[in-house]
C-alpha cells in the first residue's frame, strides 16, 4: 500500500512539474508586457531621453527577442528626438551593424544623414543622402531624401542643384506626398533671377565718381549722405588750408579725408554684395516657409507599421 502511494505522489508531481513548464512558458510574464507599455508612453508623451533609457535596458535584457531591431531603432529615434544627434548616429550604426536584415536598415541610414544636417554638417549630410538612393532607390524613403537634398541646396545658395534634386522627386515619384511640393518649389526657383540685385561694381564705381552715391544705389541714403559730407567737409578744408599755406594741417585732415572717401567706395560694393544676400534670404525664407506649412516634417515618429513586442516565445 505504501509503495502505491509513493508510485502515485511520484506521478503526480511530475504531471505538476510539466503543467508548470507549460503554462509559464507558454504564457508571456505580465511583467515584459508592462515594461514594453512604459517605454512605448514614454515616446509618445515625448520624453524621449528616460524612453531610450528603458529601450536600452529592455534590449540588454532580452537581446534575443524577435523585434529587437524595433527596440534598437527606438533607442535611436529616442535619441534623435531628444535632441542627442550624437548618441542617435552611433545608435543607427548599431541598427545598421547587428541587424544588417532588418528592415528597418534603410530608415536608419537616411536618419544618420538627417542627424549630420541638424549637426550642421550638411556636406556629410548630402554625401550620406545620395548614398542613401544609391543603395536604396527603390525605398518608400527615396522621395522624401530627394526632396531634404533639394533643401539643402538651397541653404547653401545652389539654385540649380536645388531645382534639379526638386524636379527628380516629381518626375520620378508622380505619386509620392512630396511630388506636388516639390514640382511648386522647382518652379520658383526658376524665378531666382527675376530678384532685385545692385551690381557690386557699380556701386563701387558710383562713389568713386560721387562719394556716397554707391551707398544710395544700394538702398543705404543715409549713409550714403554721411559719407558724402564727411568726404566734402574734409575735402574743402584741404583746399582751404592748402591755399593758406597751412600743410601741417593739410596733411591729417587730408589722410582723413582720404580714408572716408576710400571706405565709401569699400562700403558700396560690401552694401551691393550684403543687399544681394539679403534679397536672396528673403527668397529662402518664403521657400522654407512653404515647406514647413506643407507638414510633411516633424519629429520620427516609429516605423509606420506598429510592431508589438513580443519579449518571449512559447518553446512549444
Known sequence: ????????????????????????????????????????????????????????????????????????????????????????????????????????????????????????????????????LTEHKESDLAPRVHFTIGMLHIDKGEWIEANRAWSNVSLAYPESPFAKISDRLAEKIKNIETLPRRSPIIAGALSVLIPGSGQVYTGRTIDGLYAFVNVAVLGGASFYYADRGRYEVVVPIGILGAFFYGNSIYQSIQNAHTFNRQQEQRFRNRIQQEIRDSGLFGTIPPPTNEVKLVLWKSRF
Open 1 to 132: 500500500m505504501k509503495n502505491t502511494i509513493s508510485f502515485i505522489l511520484a506521478r503526480y508531481e511530475i504531471v505538476i512539474c510539466i503543467a508548470y513548464l507549460v503554462i509559464f512558458t507558454t504564457v508571456p510574464p505580465t511583467t515584459a508586457a508592462v515594461e514594453s507599455a512604459f517605454a512605448d508612453s514614454l515616446f509618445r508623451e515625448g520624453d524621449y531621453l528616460n524612453a531610450a533609457h528603458e529601450y536600452k535596458r529592455l534590449l540588454f535584457l532580452h537581446p534575443d527577442t524577435p523585434q529587437s531591431d524595433f527596440i534598437a531603432f527606438r533607442v535611436a529615434a529616442s535619441y534623435q528626438n531628444a535632441g542627442k544627434l550624437e548618441n542617435a548616429i552611433r545608435a543607427y550604426q548599431f541598427v545598421i551593424d547587428t541587424y544588417p536584415e532588418s528592415l528597418l536598415v534603410a530608415r536608419a541610414k537616411n536618419n544618420i544623414a538627417q542627424c549630420h544636417i541638424l549637426l550642421s554638417n550638411s556636406e556629410q549630410g548630402i554625401t550620406s543622402l545620395k548614398r542613401f
